[in-house]
């Protein structure tokens, strides 16, 4: 295990390299000139020298990157043009936004993604099979600007079951003010026993998060059902089948958590992909996460804060799938033993 | 091995397959209406000007009616129409991502995959870099700092995509060059490039075209994606996802302009994903 | 009274018969062996007993104990599998399920047919100990183990369930040669001290020679011979067996397979 896993994080540090020169490449290919960008399109020539001196674009592009590594490593992720603010505090107030609303749409797709996938694979190639994979390639098909348009119409604006936007009432600030520790709203409210807060946002939250939960419930709904018909064909369902178990106990009791471990190393691809898709679902609920920041950072061309959403979601997802093969191990008992 | 299929092989499973077939027929028929939709969108446009820039502001926002069967939208252009030239807009950006970047995936993969040692190393430490960003993360980061354009859309989109295909084709070449017709053409002296060109592509490409299906969805939702945050096609060009993005304010009084671009979207993509799944479960057999 | 009965049986797929065993009996403390060659159907038959050969018209009759099979319904057909006739497979690891330590499928499997808690794990102790494992394996995974205590372990649940009969399937095909004769020996041994009966498909003559009280010889789904080994191995009437037999480099006289030893303390 050691070795396998220094082997392990070299790949990461490796990867999380390629990842900081290629957001670098990216932001330099700006048609345009930063600097103008920053001061204006009105400021005088001085000006103008005076921010190419700052963002030190008069230096030979290695030289450049040399300077990007040494600030982000040392914690200058640049400013931001539309905020003004360095873009890693923005970056630090936006992620645990984000972090609450994935997180609570990961846990709607696992929950409902893996007795889908088991239904399917019990009734495997009768009716609950058929609705369950027409419905989750219909949830990997809905374009989720427009579902989360759609349901904020439908359910927010219209029916008035759930409000329009926002990440919880912010009256409330007054009459029961939010202590932060985690800066997770929901789970700062829950141990802090913030009653109103709490209700309030997971109300907000229901929305959104079914929105975001539908790409990955599909997933995991396709993939639970795959993996779990592949270990119930294996010698040992057989062994156990021959043991007096019935179909669902086997597939529930024995062949799931083998079954799951494909599942799990699916869910860091997942992640990743479902905090960029809410990068369009925030906009929609304007939910104040890194998503609403991109968008944001977007509308006005805010290079530093791009690539700092880029490099901060980037690395995100290489330390979610390092955690994933290191979780593997507690799941799949042969993994542990490599 | 005595009898190894007895437990594995049920009654159901026929059906299965069947279903299965079923399955990819659906999805190649839902698509083919797509692209005769698109293909036909000129003569079949009950309006076809509506299409580019024409403006009625008297006819501004009607909601679905014999004359308009999807309504008008702001400026009184009919929505069917500007649905049915949007399809143009979609394939042409999914064909053109999908030609680009499964020839350079695949070109890069089948090289890594034969010649091993140092270059496949380097070809896959680049694809995990790549891989390292959700696509549409990638793209909109390209997206946002080139000028907004089907273009755009288009090359940002490649640049994500091609890692995929470079792995997949990378690992089934990688085991079609072990294989003994490739041997016995080595050691007849044939020279590599030829090796490659004749025996190791065309035998590692079916699950690449696989892959392509499945991933069209992928490759329309992106684009979509990109168009709807104003970094992808721009007036007056009929695109979904900027006719989504255009009537978004409007979708609690006129839910019709964002309804069916929306619609579109998702039944295009589901009949690519309808597709790929049949096919793949077809040739996974 | 036999503890399995097989008559008239025939296993169809679409036209084709690909097992017909006309007449099948194993007697407590007794060994049978299904002697053949790949797809000669004597797989199918052994599954068949258990109900477990799917995708297939079955007919004829085949009772275990009292049940009949064939009639039975799903739930009686389970509460049969494991407690009265168990299954032991080819590949020992396969088939034991890679996630699970032994001792946990060894618990389900006992609370599966009405076994639990104190009783359970003195069941399960009991049957390790008999298979002459020591009871610590009951704390590892299926890796952690070789195949022949894989093997060994399988035939321990058997004994824990309380299983009449051992169905076993090519058990020694996956071992090398020493670890091969352990497995057959521990068969024998419980076959001689407690009447295990056991139903042993294999196409190895030189095992089948060692264990088995009576054999039957099947080729292309039919039964070509059948008798006590003793007589079959000497005066084979069927030329096919004579081809099997002849195609056993040296079938050994009186091979009696050592015991493994007993595996203690750790």
């Known amino acids: 295990m050691p070795r396998y896993l220094i082997r392990r994080l070299g ?86 936004a984000s972090l609450e609303l994935v997180g609570a749409a990961l846990i709607i797709a696992l929950v409902a993604g893996i007795p889908l996938g088991i239904a399917a694979a019990r009734y495997k190639g009768r009716l609950p099979d058929l609705s369950v994979r027409l419905s989750s390639m219909l949830a990997v098909s809905v374009p989720v600007f427009w579902l989360a348009l759609a349901l904020q119409t439908v359910f927010a604006s219209g029916l008035g079951w759930f409000p329009v936007a926002g990440e919880y009432d912010a009256s409330l600030d007054r009459t029961s003010p939010l202590h932060l520790y985690t800066n997770i709203t929901a789970v700062d409210a829950l141990i802090t026993g913030n009653w109103p807060i709490l209700t309030s946002t997971l109300a907000h939250l229901v929305l959104p998060a079914l929105v975001i939960a539908a790409y990955p419930a599909g997933v995991v709904a396709q993939m639970t059902r795959a993996a779990l018909i592949e270990e119930s064909s294996r010698d040992h369902a057989r062994l156990e089948r021959a043991l007096g178990f019935g179909e669902t106990a086997v597939l529930t009791r024995f062949a799931l958590r083998p079954a799951l471990n494909p599942v799990l190393s699916l869910i860091a691809l997942v992640f990743a992909y479902s905090i960029v898709n809410g990068f369009l679902v925030e906009a929609v609920f304007n939910w104040p996460g890194l998503g609403r920041y991109a968008a944001d950072s977007i509308r006005s061309l805010d290079t530093p804060a791009i690539a700092g959403v880029t490099l901060l979601v980037a690395v995100l997802y290489v330390v979610a799938n390092l955690a994933v093969d290191l979780l593997q191990g507690v799941v799949d008992p042969r993994v542990r033993a490599r | 091995m005595t009898a190894p299929a007895l437990t594995t092989f049920r009654r159901t499973p026929l059906r299965h397959l069947a279903g299965v077939d079923r399955l990819a027929v659906a999805g190649g028929v839902l698509l083919g209406i797509v692209v005769l939709a698109a293909l036909l969108a000129p003569w079949i446009a009950p309006y076809p000007d509506d299409g580019g820039s024409a403006t009625h ?199 019709w302009v964002v309804t069916f671009p929306g619609l579109a979207i998702l039944v295009t993509a589901f009949s690519f994903n309808v597709l790929g799944e049949g096919l793949r479960a077809r040739l996974s057999r | 009274m036999s503890l399995i009965s097989v008559r008239d049986l025939v296993v169809r797929i679409g036209d084709r018969v690909i097992a017909s065993v006309p007449e099948l009996d194993v007697a407590a403390g007794e060994c049978v062996a299904l002697v053949g060659e790949s797809g000669s159907g004597k797989t199918t038959t052994l599954l068949s007993t258990l109900g477990l050969v799917h995708g297939a018209d079955v007919s004829g009759r085949i009772t275990v104990g009292d049940v009949d099979v064939l009639t039975a319904s799903p739930a009686r057909l389970r509460e049969i599998r494991g407690s009265r006739a168990a299954l032991v497979m080819q590949s020992p690891q396969a088939a034991l399920n890679p996630t699970m330590r032994l001792g946990t499928l060894m618990r389900r499997a006992l609370a599966r047919h009405g076994v639990k808690g104190a009783d359970a794990r003195e069941r399960a102790e009991e049957g390790v100990r008999a298979v002459l494992l020591d009871p610590g394996i009951l704390r590892r995974y299926p890796h952690q183990v070789s195949g022949g205590q894989a093997q060994r372990f399988a035939i321990a649940l058997a004994l824990a369930l309380g299983a009449e009969v051992v169905l076993a399937d090519e058990p020694t095909s996956a071992l090398d040669v020493t670890v091969q004769a352990e497995v057959v020996a521990v068969l024998r041994r419980l076959r001689d001290e407690r009447g295990l009966a056991v139903l042993l498909v294999s196409h190895d003559l030189a095992l089948v020679s060692t264990i088995a009280d009576r054999v039957v010889v099947m080729r292309d789904g039919a039964v070509v011979e059948s008798g006590p080994a003793a007589e079959v191995f000497a005066r084979p009437s069927d030329p096919y067996t004579r081809e099997l037999i002849a195609a056993v480099p040296a079938l050994p006289e009186e091979a009696v397979p050592a015991l493994p030893e007993a595996e203690e303390g750790a």
């Open chain 1, 11 to 96: 790949q990461a540090v490796l990867v999380v390299a390629g990842v900081i020169v290629l957001t670098f490449a990216i932001m330099r290919l700006v048609p345009g000139d930063p600097a103008v960008a920053y001061a204006g399109p009105k400021a005088t020539a001085a000006e103008l020298a005076d921010a190419r001196r700052r963002f030190g674009l008069d230096d030979p592009l290695p030289v450049q990157l040399w300077n990007y590594v040494r600030d982000l490593l040392g914690g200058d992720w640049g400013t931001s043009l539309h905020t003004r603010q360095p873009v890693r505090d923005d970056l630090f107030q936006a992620f645990p």
């Open chain 2, 57 to 255: 502001p008297l006819e501004a926002l009607l909601p679905p009616s014999g004359a308009h069967w999807f309504g008008t939208d702001q400026v009184g252009r009919d929505v069917l129409s500007r649905v049915l030239f949007g399809a143009r807009t979609s394939l042409l950006i999914a064909v053109a991502v999908l030609a680009i970047s499964g020839v350079a995936g695949v070109g890069l993969g089948v090289v890594a995959g034969y010649a091993g040692g140092w270059a496949r190393d380097v070809i896959m430490r680049v694809t995990d870099i790549f891989l390292a960003f959700p696509a549409l993360l990638l793209s909109l980061a390209l997206a946002v700092v080139l000028q907004p354009s089907v273009t755009t859309v288009i090359v940002a989109i490649a640049v994500t995509w091609w890692p995929w295909y470079a792995r997949l084709t990378a690992s089934v070449a990688a085991s079609v060059a072990t294989r003994g017709f490739v041997d016995s053409a080595r050691c007849l002296g044939v020279p590599a490039p030829l090796i490659v060109l004749r025996h190791v592509l065309p035998n590692s490409l079916t699950p690449v075209l696989v892959q392509l299906s499945l991933d069209g969805g992928g490759v329309i939702l992106t684009a979509a994606a990109l168009s709807y945050l104003g970094l992808g096609a721009h007036e007056p060009t009929s695109e979904w996802g900027l006719m989504v993005q255009q009537g978004q304010s409007l979708f609690t009084t006129d839910w």
